[in-house]
């Protein structure tokens, strides 16, 4: 198995998944490794943080890049948000 399927968040300890970086990023790599469990804490506060800070509904979600080891959030605005560029290691290569 490919280690990177490995990767756990620190956050809620779930398995990381393969997310597809949008075209034109700055990110190094063809996808990103993000926490996908909606009941992940770092999710969780990220609501009544950016809420409280910023006055939008909008959170983050926990985001590695297996290139470079860059950890940050990935904004997101629903719980469905982004879910759709979500890839299984066989699907990199369809």
Known sequence: MDP????RCPYCHE????WVSPELTSWG???????????????V????????QFKVS?????????????AGPLAVWSNGALK???VTSDDLYD
């Open 84 to 86: 759709n560029r979500i």
């Open 29 to 43: 790599g063809e996808f990103q490794l993000v926490c996908f469990n909606d009941a992940c804490p770092y999710y």
């Open 58 to 70: 909008a959170s983050y979600r926990y985001r590695l890049d297996p290139v470079t080891g860059e």
């Open 15 to 18: 398995m990381l998944k393969r």
């Open 45 to 52: 506060r990220g609501w009544i943080w950016m809420e409280s």
């Open 4 to 7: 990177q399927n490995q990767v």
